[in-house]
């Protein structure tokens, strides 16, 4: 049971992981200022989460 939690576990880090690069690429690529403030307000719950703080 402990090995299938650990396999769930990773890959829904990996998922979050995918979702930040993808975040962080439209941010680098987007030239408004509000369109980026709107990418930073979502990628910060993905990498806290990431990052196992919250």
Known sequence: MTQ???VVSFLY???VAYVVVL???NFVRS???DE???YLI???P???RLFRLK
């Open 4 to 6: 299938i939690q650990t």
């Open 13 to 15: 880090y990996l998922l």
């Open 23 to 25: 975040l962080v690429w």
């Open 31 to 33: 030239r408004k200022w």
């Open 36 to 38: 980026e403030i709107l």
């Open 42 to 44: 979502v990628l910060l």
């Open 46 to 48: 993905f990498l806290l």
